[in-house]
Structures are given as structure tokens and as C-alpha cells.
């Protein structure tokens, strides 16, 4: 089985920056883009970031200077460095991958998309 494991959210206040990680776990063979998303309460949920294999990267209008995405192809893993935090980026923060093929079983194996559980942001004003 892969998944998805987040790490990093937590309360700060606006102006401090946070960093979140993300890793896949499995013997993961390829993922090609990895990227976070966000949701918050009562709102849709948005893309933040992608990037590639190669390290290509967009963002969103909405955080685009403030955020960084970057990405360890070799650990499968994936960081959000986040600065000038405001109380409007406060959300539940999910990493996502795909598609993400592994070995498991003597198979090789392949998803569209995975998630992550989520992290919460908290910023307080």
C-alpha cells in the first residue's frame, strides 16, 4: 500500500512562516507531480501548489511569493515553505500525488491520485 503522510501544521501568528512535509511511504517507483491543497471551512477547496518531477512549479495568484514548493524526487517527499502568513491561509492543508505508480505484491501498481490525512494551519491575527 502507498500513502501519504503530512507533517508541520500547526498555530501561528500573522507574519511567521511554516513549513509543511509531506511523504509517500511504499516502494514507490515514479510519482510525477506532487502539490498541496487547502480547505477552509465553508470554502472550496483550493490548489496551492504543484510541481513536477523536474522541479517545475506553479502556484496560485493567492500565494504565489509567499509560498515555496520543493521537492525531494529520492525521498518521495514534498515541503511547503510557507512566509507572511495571514489569518485568511488558516485551513486544513492536504498534500496530494499522482499519479503515483509502486511495487507491492510482485505487481506493479498505479493511482491517479492519492491524499494525505491533512494538516491544520491556524493563524491568528
Known amino acids: 500500500q502507498v500513502q501519504l503522510v503530512e507533517s508541520g501544521g500547526g498555530l501561528v501568528q500573522a507574519g511567521e512562516s511554516l513549513s509543511l512535509s509531506c511523504a509517500a511511504s511504499?516502494?514507490?517507483?515514479?510519482?510525477?507531480?506532487m502539490g498541496w491543497y487547502r480547505q477552509a471551512p465553508g470554502k472550496q477547496r483550493e490548489l496551492l501548489a504543484a510541481?513536477?518531477?523536474?522541479?517545475?512549479?506553479k502556484y496560485a495568484d493567492s500565494v504565489k511569493g509567499r509560498f515555496t514548493i520543493s521537492r525531494d524526487n529520492a525521498k518521495n517527499s514534498v515541503s511547503l515553505q510557507m512566509s507572511s502568513l495571514k489569518p485568511e491561509d488558516t485551513a486544513n492543508y492536504y498534500c496530494?500525488?499522482?499519479?503515483?505508480?509502486?511495487?507491492?505484491?510482485?505487481?506493479?501498481?498505479?493511482?491517479?491520485?492519492?491524499w494525505g490525512q491533512g494538516t491544520l494551519v491556524t493563524v491568528s491575527s
Open positions: 496530494t500525488a499522482g499519479p503515483v505508480t509502486w511495487y507491492e505484491g510482485g505487481l506493479y501498481k498505479r493511482l491517479l491520485e492519492i
Open positions: 511504499g516502494s514507490i517507483v515514479t510519482i510525477n507531480s
Open positions: 510541481i513536477d518531477k523536474t522541479g517545475s512549479a
